[in-house]
């Protein structure tokens, strides 16, 4: 148990449609990053979030967007699915915009686009 | 655009060999951070390494951290099969934006 956790941990949507991920930390940290992870690769960054606002983003186009809550929980949302973006998708957290010292990841949502 | 590479990219081997992972860069990183992670679970962090030189120990791994800061390896003395998983190495982007760079990760699989 990490601390970290997403919902749900699988899905399966259709090539189109709209999907949204969620996750939550029991340490109450004010940063939150995406990340999505393809079979047999490392993960590739999506954005962060700190303190509400969105601090950084990776070349992920505007169809990917999220939320970040007062409480800190945050929403990954994915609109017109295409079938690449079947993937493990991956929430972090950490203790603020410096990524000099790890982060704590959930157990992440599996996509399936079918 | 910084790039970290791993390898191998799969290793299987029996239990009780050793092994060593390497993480290369042709960039300077401040930080190269380790992470394992297992099937359907997210990367769990092993260790941070920051000071070029650095090496770390966690019972039977130690990593080492280019005296440069743009390469790391990872050496696992009598690998056993609790070893086995995906090993990530990462790296925070050039921009202040918490982005982690993570190379393409190295197949661990320790037969009994």
């Known amino acids: 148990e990490t601390g970290v956790t997403q919902s749900p941990t699988h899905l399966i949507k259709t090539r189109g449609q709209q999907v949204t991920l969620r996750c939550s930390s029991q340490?109450?940290?004010?940063?939150v990053s995406w990340y999505q992870q393809a079979l047999g690769q490392g993960p590739q960054f999506i954005f962060q979030?700190?303190?509400?606002?969105?601090?950084g983003r990776g070349n992920f186009p505007p169809r990917f967007s999220g939320l970040q809550f007062p409480n800190y929980s945050s929403e990954l949302n994915v609109n017109a699915l295409e079938l690449d973006d079947s993937a493990l998708y991956l929430c972090?957290?950490?203790?603020?915009?410096?990524?000099?010292?790890?982060?704590?990841f959930g157990s992440g949502t599996r996509l399936t686009v079918v | 655009t910084q790039l970290l590479e791993q390898s191998p990219q799969f290793l299987s081997i029996q239990e009780g060999e050793n092994l060593t992972v390497y993480c290369n860069s042709s960039s300077v990183f401040s930080s190269l951070q380790w992470y394992r992670q297992e099937p359907g679970e997210g990367p769990v962090l092993l260790v941070t390494v920051v000071t070029g030189g650095e090496v770390k120990k966690l019972k039977r791994l130690t990593f080492q951290f280019g005296d440069a800061r743009k390469d790391s390896s990872l050496h696992i003395t009598a690998a056993q099969p609790g070893d086995t998983g995906l090993y990530l190495c990462?790296?925070?982007?050039?921009?202040?934006?918490?982005?982690?760079?993570f190379g393409q990760g190295t197949t661990l699989q320790v037969k009994p």
């Open positions: 979030y700190y303190r509400e606002e969105e601090n």
């Open positions: 340490s109450g940290h004010n940063t």
């Open positions: 990462a790296g925070p982007g050039s921009s202040n934006t918490g982005k982690l760079i």
């Open positions: 972090a957290t950490g203790g603020g915009s410096d990524a000099n010292y790890g982060y704590t």
